[in-house]
């Protein structure tokens, strides 16, 4: 089962600010650098009517919305965590193992908890949502499947409230008339190619030789659309490690490679991450920097430290020495400065042998 909240982060203010609701609204992540600039995070159903979506220009949803009453609000990133916080603490209950694929999507295995009967994953699935509806006031989609890629495009194609079931009789019926870009790792280009090879349903896919597929599309690519068009998936539902990486980005008021202009973002960065760490109790090990140069090439500076760490100015002062360097190396403006630590732990290892070896004395 996978289940997907609809139009998230728009439904999330619509909960914080309940009189939203009969409004059109867009949720926009602002680059700063000019009032308008940056780009629509979502929108709520009644917006998505007047043709916004995500990842448009705020300046072009602006004028789809001309006159509609919209109202435009700036990310909340703490509060969308928050609210998924809640939503993912209920669903795992329902399932017998879960995985959280995104901050407002989730599959469910039910495998043992139904004992494989789509209709009991059907009672399952509605509980789920009056679960969700009552308790969070929140609505969500929610795909059933024998396995999860059918899951998630079942999910996706019924929205919002949705629910489909796939039972795996119906695979090849319920795949084959659809788009090969429903399919998850289809995006523009690989559909424009799929297109000169003749290829523009996933029925279509089926039929196409997996040779041909794998001599255009590289051995795992080639081999993961032809299971993928078939509805053959044998990934397991499986809980996510530990986060990897922390990182901020954000885009300078103007191109430059002037150290302290560029410092002052980096060490807001530098805050946020830290921050981050610091409420989850983690420990970094690599601290880098990413430039984006004004050309947009993306470059990256890492220093893996001796010691896990926990300590602010030791990232302060490793982010400042990785820039000072970099600038050093290049002759670019800078466009987009981010700041990363990874090589996360809990514990401060060193810390820990230390009190141990003091213990054994
Ligand atoms: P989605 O689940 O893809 O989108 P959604 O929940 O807004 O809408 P739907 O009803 O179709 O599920 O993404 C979840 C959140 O991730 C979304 O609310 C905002 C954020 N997001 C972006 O910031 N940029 C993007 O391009 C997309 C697709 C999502
Ligand atoms: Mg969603």
């Known amino acids: 089962m996978l289940v997907d909240l609809d139009y998230f982060f728009a439904q999330a203010e619509e909960l914080k600010n309940p009189s939203l609701t009969d409004k059109p609204v867009v949720v926009c992540v602002y680059s700063g650098r000019s ?28 004028r789809k919305l001309e006159n509609a009453g919209a109202v435009f609000l700036p990310v909340d990133s703490e509060y969308y965590e928050s609210v998924s916080g809640n939503v993912m603490t209920t669903l795992r209950d329902y399932a017998d193992r879960f995985e959280q694929v995104g901050i407002d999507e989730a599959y469910l295995d039910v495998t043992a908890k139904t004992c494989g009967n789509f209709a009991d994953a059907k009672v399952l699935a509605l509980k789920v949502k009056n679960h969700l ?6 609505s969500c989609s929610i795909g059933i499947g024998p396995n999860k890629i059918v899951a998630k495009i079942a999910a996706d194609i019924q929205k919002p409230d949705g629910l489909t079931i796939v039972e795996p009789n119906q695979v090849g019926k319920f ?11 289809v995006g523009a280009k690989t559909k424009e190619r799929m297109q000169t090879l003749g290829i523009s349903t996933i029925g279509d896919l089926a039929k196409s030789d997996v040779q041909k597929l794998m001599a255009v599309f590289g051995k795992t690519l080639g081999t993961f659309f032809h ?9 397991p539902v499986q809980e996510k490690e530990e986060v990897e990486s922390i990182s901020r980005i954000a885009t300078l008021k103007q191109d430059t490679r002037d150290l302290n202009i560029i410092l002052e973002l980096m060490y807001r960065l530098c805050k946020d991450v830290y921050s981050a760490i610091a409420q989850d109790e983690l420990f970094f090990k690599t601290v880098s920097i ?63 042998q230390l009190t141990s070896f003091v213990e054994r004395e």
């Open 175 to 185: 795949l084959s008339p659809l788009p090969v870009a429903r399919l998850p790792g």
């Open 227 to 235: 299971n993928a068009s078939l509805g053959v998936d044998e990934e």
């Open 290 to 352: 990413v430039g984006i140069m004004k050309d947009l090439k993306i470059h990256t500076r890492s220093r893996t430290l001796g010691d896990p760490m926990s300590d602010y100015e030791i990232l302060r002062g490793t982010v400042r020495d990785l820039v000072e360097r970099f600038l050093d190396e290049t002759d670019q403006e800078l466009r987009r400065v981010g700041v990363k630590v990874s090589n996360l732990t809990k514990e401060e290892k060193g810390q820990k």
């Open 35 to 62: 009032e308008d600039s940056g780009a629509v995070s979502t929108a709520n159903y009644l917006a998505r009517k007047f043709g916004v979506k995500s990842g448009m220009p705020i300046f072009l949803a602006k």
């Open 133 to 138: 509806k009552t308790e969070q006031r929140l």
